[in-house]
């Protein structure tokens, strides 16, 4: 009776998001962003990892361990549903990454706006039901899990975000890349980033 009650546990029990790997890049003229971001998950069953992830972010690819995982239907890219399944092979307490890569324009958790010299602010709301509108979340929204952040940027924009700044990359066509590591364990949608910079946004 006890072994099948620890089976039961076992089987249902929620994948542990361990670390958020997360890349953003924007544009200087509209609030499009592509994204891509990597966790790291201990797993609790069998059952496939669930992301939610608003339904107008169009996915581009999905991996899995690096690799193109082929059990996901390419209709899924063209989804309606806000979920992103991502089915597995391994067993509960293995360790597994998933990278979801997606474009397209936040209808909410990031806030775009104009500070006051005019130029343009975007940080991330940190509600608990605004995540979901630019980054993909586990089932349980207050699973805790470490977190790194690249955001690029163009020169001249200013990142901020929760943990350390490790160091900001040149890259070409008038373009950084700020990369911030947090160390401490938070619910993902807590952490707080933002940055601001460059040419005001254009008049409606």
Partial sequence: MISALLLLLQTVAPHDALHY???VV???TSAHVLEEVQVTWRLGSKKPVTMELDSSMHVIRVLVDG???TRL???MYGRSSSEVDVPHERQPGDTLSTRVRYR???RGGLVIGRNARGERTVYADTR???ARYWLPMPENLEDKA???FHIQVPQGHRVVADGVLEKVDTMAYGQTIWNYNLNQLMPVYSVRVGWE???PLPKK
């Fill in 21 to 23: 790997d997360i890349t």
């Fill in 26 to 28: 924007t544009s200087d």
């Fill in 67 to 69: 690799k193109e995982n």
């Fill in 73 to 75: 239907s390419r209709t």
């Fill in 104 to 106: 397209g324009y936040p």
């Fill in 128 to 130: 608990r039901d605004q």
């Fill in 146 to 148: 470490t977190a790194s």
């Fill in 197 to 199: 910079g460059g040419a």
